[in-house]
């Protein structure tokens, strides 16, 4: 060979081999996954790169096609052994290796993609099946392990641990974000713009369940979509928090873009459901959504917390107090506009699931709906009722409603802090994904008797039944749990005193009903997608 002539393709493929055996060094030392368009940037940049030092440097490449196709065959070599590095080390020396689990989940995240798709979305539903199999630690992923320990919790939800990958594929609020200080600073203001709207917004939620009432008799005796009634009650209190005025889709005032939007949010959370278990696939989502069904939203919502800028509102709400206390700068607005569909998001889906599931829980138990009737009766009565208030059966319904079918079913993650952490004989190493399913915990027997039957007494007249009062975690708990629970409380206390003393809620009459069907159709779209039930509301006799 003399000097000039092109090396030959056999050393030429060895030596991009042996870059994607170099690359796979540093890749261990990031988490790749956050960056998947810079990714694919640097590898087509790379080819670019590389076909034009061959045209320039070699006249047996000077061709376009020459160029290119010895540049396409270097840069895949090295990103097959790149590949063929990862899912060896992953198989065979990642420290989490001593943990059990299928062997697909070792390999890749798509492991579970598959699983979801195959469950029809229901994750929970295969968590559960992994750790009857595997037992309390099961690896669902190269390095993330699925948790069922209940002495995990604790430290899992804790200060010390960060929040995981799922958190910063999206844009950045104080739900979605990874970074700590600026969680614990953001998350100050969040509270306080709660408590200071907390004591004031009793009133307006019995407003909003006044509307519901006005909308449901004018559907007495007819078959209705529950789900339906609870996601406009939902979005209506949502967007009053949110924007300083409800959408109107209680009392049909919604203009059509809100109902577009309704519309593209409830098909649009399927593909939430499917990708929240592969971040990267997310951020691409993320990145391209300022086209599609996505961008409505977006703008909507910024053009309404524009307009709740300019309001002078007497009633406190959420956005009010976020927009006092959030120096106005460029950045916090649009941090800002993506809190807006935080309070959205996070507030109405989560609440409208756990009424709809409450009412068909009801309409199924016509004699715990009448012992609930006679408890808030009384409250009304003797007018202690507020819904600011607990009453005895009433938190018992809806504490055991929200253990039964938890509004939340996404198995949030967690990161071990850098220096591993031990939860009693389990090591778990640094950098480890903790992720849980607090369905598995609500279902687990080490934790409730008879975890699968709805027995509100277990919160009222029956601790025996409850085994581990820690392990029901609807709002789950630490620096990063629900900030809206008490509002939450609030709206399904109102709803559910106010309509039981209504009405009769059944199932629509010959309808053919099994509870622990029903359960089992319910989607894990990270908020629990109920499935779509009919029942009938009859009015009661004053
Ligand atoms: C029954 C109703 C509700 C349930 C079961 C529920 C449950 C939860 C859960 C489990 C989380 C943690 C999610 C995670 O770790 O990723 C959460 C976070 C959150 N929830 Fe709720 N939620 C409810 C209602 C509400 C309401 C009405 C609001 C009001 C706006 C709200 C606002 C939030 C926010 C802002 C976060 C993020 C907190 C943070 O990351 O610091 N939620 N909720």
Request: proline share 5%; net charge neutral; with cysteine.
């Amino acid at each position: 060979m003399s000097a000039g002539d092109p090396l030959p393709i056999s050393i030429v493929l060895g030596s991009a081999a042996a870059v994607g055996t170099l690359l796979h060094q540093f890749f261990r030392t990031v988490e790749a996954d956050r960056y998947p368009l810079s990714i694919l940037g640097s590898v087509i940049g790379s080819h670019w790169a590389v076909a034009y030092g061959l045209q320039s440097t070699s006249e047996q490449y000077a061709s376009f096609w020459a160029s290119h196709g010895l540049a396409f065959l270097i840069v895949s070599t090295a990103v097959v052994s790149l590949w063929a590095n990862i899912l060896v080390y992953r198989a065979f020396f990642h420290p989490l290796n001593r943990f059990p689990g299928p062997f697909g989940a070792k390999l890749t995240k798509l492991w579970s993609l598959k699983q979801v798709v195959g469950s029809d979305i229901k994750w929970y539903r295969v968590a559960s099946e992994l750790h009857k199999q595997h037992g309390d630690y099961v690896r669902i992923g190269p390095r993330e392990l699925s948790v069922l320990d209940t002495a995990a919790l604790i430290p899992m939800l804790g200060a010390r641990m960060e929040k995981g990958p799922f958190y910063g594929a999206m844009e950045r609020s104080v739900h979605t974000n990874r970074d700590a200080a600026f969680h614990k600073q953001r998350r100050k203001v969040w509270d306080m713009a709660f408590k200071q709207t907390l004591a004031d917004y009793g009133p307006t939620i019995e407003d909003f369940t006044d509307s519901l009432l006005v909308r449901i008799d004018s559907l007495v005796g007819k078959a209705t979509v529950v789900n339906d009634l609870c996601i406009h009650y939902s979005y209506d209190v949502m967007s009053s928090l949110a924007f300083g005025s409800s959408t109107g889709f209680i009392d049909g005032t919604s203009s059509d873009v809100a109902t577009t939007i309704l519309n593209n949010i409830k098909e649009g959370i399927v593909a939430v459901g499917l990708f929240l278990h592969v971040p990267w696939m997310l951020t691409i989502v993320e990145t391209l959504s300022f086209v599609g069904p996505m961008k409505l939203f977006k703008s909507w919502s910024s053009e309404k917390v524009a307009e709740r800028r300019k309001m002078n509102n007497n009633r406190p709400d959420i956005m009010g107090y976020l927009l006092e206390h959030t120096e106005d700068n460029r950045e916090n607005r649009a941090l800002l506009d993506a809190e807006s569909r935080v309070i959205i998001g996070a507030g109405s889906d989560t609440t409208a699931s756990a009424l709809a599931t409450m009412f068909t829980i009801l309409a199924n138990d016509p004699a715990c709906q009448e012992k609930l009737r006679q408890e808030v009766n009384e409250s009304f009565e003797d007018g202690s009722y507020t819904c600011a208030r607990p009453q005895n059966l009433l938190d018992g319904v809806i504490s055991e409603t929200l253990r039964i079918c938890p509004p939340v079913l996404f198995a949030p993650q967690r990161m071990v802090p850098e220096g591993g952490i031990r939860i009693g004989d389990v090591d778990l190493p640094g950098g480890t994904i903790l992720s849980f399913s607090t369905y598995n915990f609500h279902h687990d027997k080490r934790n409730f008797v008879e975890p699968g039957k709805f027995i509100p007494e277990r919160w009222t007249t029956k601790p025996e039944l409850i085994l581990k009062k820690n392990a029901c975690i609807p709002f789950v708990m630490g620096p990063y749990k629900c900030p809206g629970k008490a509002i939450a409380m609030m709206e399904l206390r109102s709803v559910i005193a106010k309509t039981v003393c209504r009405y009769d809620i059944s199932l629509a009459k010959d309808a053919k009903f099994d509870l622990n069907e029903f359960f089992l159709g319910v989607k894990d779209h990270f908020t629990a997608g109920i499935p779509e039930q009919e029942l009938v509301f009859t009015r009661r006799k004053e």
